[in-house]
């Protein structure tokens, strides 16, 4: 009789061994965690929805990292991603309830088995996009993550934007619908104050970027009491814009108006697109010392940090592309010119003046952290053609100042210390006329 497989060599006493040692290895595998987890299935800990104008992103984390593949379906538009050896549990069958009814972006998720060790997920769409589907490895308390981000095929444009919104409340006519293409550069001339017959007439207008830092997946500093890094820069952004908007010659856009994550680059990169005069990136302060108190602010190093607490800050903020997450394998090369663009001396210069301002102007409402505008070399503030500082409103980590920092009357506070040093740094570094070669990316 023949034999459908060649015995082991050695006789019944090796081949038994060998039986028993192929038996215990498999018993290993299956006690093990991950042998566990790759026979029952792998386990999804949570899912987050992050809707924006900008972009939707969807994250899916894991003990362990997720096989996957996707891709899109037309008419209607679908982004389908299917996952193997996933568990289908009760965190994969409540994907419905993650979507807002506002999402700009995602109409409907769901998710079922599709076959045996494959799981499906559906993300039902209210435009055509572009996706961006990658893996994130662990770092601060999340696991492996699958990212799905969902671009808008035509993003907004925030300088039509602005300028759409500028000519409206000019008019009178109320806020204006969205521009749907961007305008000429002669349209785009924005006003300076000047007087004439004693009143003082808008021909420029100086437009400011706010950056409310972290969002998102990305919280920040956390406090004692559990108030996240993220949403006090977004309240004190946000007030600071109100004020921005009420002189009659300065206008503020927000790089996120809500919470969502938007990597560093992406940051300098809209400061650029809206031609912003000025970039003020806004913060709280942590330390593993409770005790640590008071307000700081910064400016670029080209040459490196002033000091070890700068250096260490600067650090600290640069790694939240790192917790956010984002996409390596997509490169901007004209981003990658801004930051690579060695030609910042003046720019710090004025960074500096800026800084200058604005921390007198803090000092009157908070202690000073350090008693100048310290120096290191921060992602956000890379723009090389753009005055930018960032402020560290306070120390999140500091149980008084974390009160304090949710608090209305100090964030009013705060704002109001900020727009009077961007009006003292004015006062005596009136804006210049935007060349029309500079404003042609």
């Not at 000019?170 to 785009?188: D, F, H, I, L």
């Not at 390596?328 to 960074?351: C, E, F, G, H, N």
């Not at 505008?373 to 008084?400: H, R, W, Y």
Request: aromatic residues 6%; hydrophobic residues 40%; glycine residues 8%.
């Amino acid at each position: 009789m023949s034999e459908r497989f060649p015995r082991p060599a050695g006789g019944p006493l090796l081949r038994r061994r060998e039986l028993i040692r192929a038996a215990g290895a498999s018993l290993v595998l299956l006690v093990s965690p991950v042998g566990r987890a790759f026979a029952a299935g792998i386990s999804v800990l949570a899912v987050r929805v992050w809707p924006a104008a900008d972009y939707t992103r969807v994250a899916i984390e894991s003990r362990l990292p997720l096989k996957y593949s996707h891709f899109t379906v037309k008419n209607p538009e679908r982004l389908v991603v299917d996952m193997e050896g996933v568990e289908f549990d009760s965190v994969l069958e409540s994907l419905s309830t993650k979507v807002s009814p506002d999402d700009p972006n995602i109409k409907l998720l769901r998710a079922g088995r599709f076959k045996p060790g494959i799981v499906r997920l559906v993300m039902e769409l209210k435009q055509e996009v572009k996706p961006q589907v990658f893996v994130l490895p662990p770092v601060g308390e999340y696991g492996h993550r699958l990212v799905l981000d969902v671009y808008p095929l035509e993003p907004p444009d925030p300088l039509a934007q602005l300028i759409g919104k500028v000519d409206a409340q000019a008019q009178g006519a109320g806020p204006a619908a969205p521009a749907t293409e961007r305008p000429s550069v002669a349209e785009s001339e924005t006003r300076v104050e000047r007087p004439r017959g004693g009143k003082p007439v808008v021909d420029r207008l100086v437009t400011i970027m706010l950056d409310p830092g972290h969002g998102g997946a990305d919280p920040g500093a956390v406090g004692r009491s559990g108030g996240c890094e993220k949403h006090v820069t977004l309240a004190i952004a946000k007030r600071l814009k109100a004020k921005i908007d009420a002189e009659p010659n300065m206008r503020a856009v927000l790089t996120r108006d809500t919470d969502f994550f938007v990597p560093l680059q992406m940051r300098v990169q809209k400061a650029r697109r809206i031609q912003a005069d000025l970039f003020v990136s806004i913060h709280a302060d942590a330390f593993t010392r409770p005790d640590a108190n008071g307000s700081s602010v910064f400016a670029l190093s080209e040459s490196g940090a002033s000091s070890s607490a700068a250096r260490y800050l600067a650090q600290k903020e640069n790694a939240a592309d790192l917790i956010g997450g984002v996409n390596i394998d997509v490169k901007d090369p004209v981003l990658a010119r801004t930051l690579l663009d060695l030609s910042q001396t003046a720019t710090i210069s004025d960074s500096l003046k800026l800084g200058r301002a604005v921390l007198d102007e803090i000092g009157g409402i908070n202690r000073l952290h350090k008693p100048q505008v310290e120096q290191a070399g921060f992602a956000v503030l890379k723009a090389p053609d753009i005055p930018s500082i960032l402020v560290e409103t306070a120390f999140i980590s500091n149980p008084e100042e974390e009160r304090r920092l949710n608090d209305d009357a100090y964030q009013n506070k705060m704002a109001e210390a900020i727009i009077a040093g961007i009006r003292k740094y004015f006062a005596k570094n009136p804006p210049l006329a935007k060349s029309r070669l500079a404003k042609v990316f």
